[in-house]
């Protein structure tokens, strides 16, 4: 079957980095995606990858090691407002997106 | 632009009952898509399609029923309310699937409960 797994919930301190894991066993792969999540909102877009390496993108960087199946995003210089569920998701063969069920982030000052 | 509109935002419904959650993007997207979100669980695929006339079934379609009689608008019927589809759910569309991010655009989402 297809599995994507991630951490239930992280806590870290206004200010800090933090890196959000996420390890995946799919039918294929054509790119992994993160979406940001705020409570009782609709996810929006974050970062791709779909070659192996770092793609850095201001506070954001997002990983990816297909041969490991694992990703992570690493949060830089942390704001209350990072604080959210962040959603894992890898396209299949098929070019359908498969989804963690997703991280919450909580801030503290 | 508008982007993506899901309306309602909120429903209520009794077991049994019909309705339609409706979905509409401005982007002239060929890619539309039904997902619901449930506490602990990744988004689930209701129903997807790929341009107008053409739908086709994702993880989760029983209970539900889609049309694409044009590009703009992908509306998602539940034939007869149950308990079990209380959920919330988001409509999402993009360019064709195929090389390239083709990044998802989420509706606002729709708040289902049946009581």
């Known amino acids: 079957g297809q599995n994507i797994d991630q951490p239930t919930e992280m806590t870290a301190t206004e200010g800090a980095i933090v890196q959000i894991n996420c390890t995946y066993q799919?039918?294929?792969?054509?790119?992994l995606f993160w979406y940001q999540q705020h409570a009782g909102e609709a996810p929006t877009f974050l970062s791709y990858n779909v070659l192996d390496g770092l793609e850095e993108k201001g506070r954001f960087s997002s990983f990816l090691s297909r041969s490991k199946g694992y990703s992570y995003l690493l949060l830089k210089e942390l704001q209350m407002k990072d604080s959210a569920s962040y959603l894992c998701?890898?396209?299949?063969?098929?070019?359908?997106?498969?989804w963690g069920a997703g991280t919450k982030l909580i801030i503290k000052p | 632009n508008a982007g993506v509109t899901q309306t309602p935002k909120f429903q209520v419904l009794k077991t049994g009952q019909s309705m339609t959650l409706q979905c509409a993007q401005d982007?002239?997207?060929?890619?539309m898509s039904w997902y619901r979100q449930d506490p602990g669980m990744g988004l689930r695929l209701i129903h997807y399609s790929v341009g107008a006339g053409i739908t086709d079934q994702g993880e989760v379609p029983n209970g539900y029923n889609v049309s694409r009689s044009t590009t703009e608008d992908f509306p998602l019927r539940l034939l007869s309310a149950a308990p079990s589809q209380t959920s919330v759910y988001f409509c999402?569309?993009?360019?064709?699937?195929?090389?390239?991010?083709?990044?998802?655009?989420f509706g606002a989402g729709s708040r289902l409960t049946v009581l």
């Open positions: 998701a890898v396209r299949d063969s098929n070019y359908q997106l498969i």
């Open positions: 999402a569309s993009s360019y064709a699937p195929g090389s390239g991010a083709n990044v998802l655009t």
């Open positions: 982007m002239n997207h060929e890619y």
């Open positions: 799919t039918s294929g792969f054509n790119g």
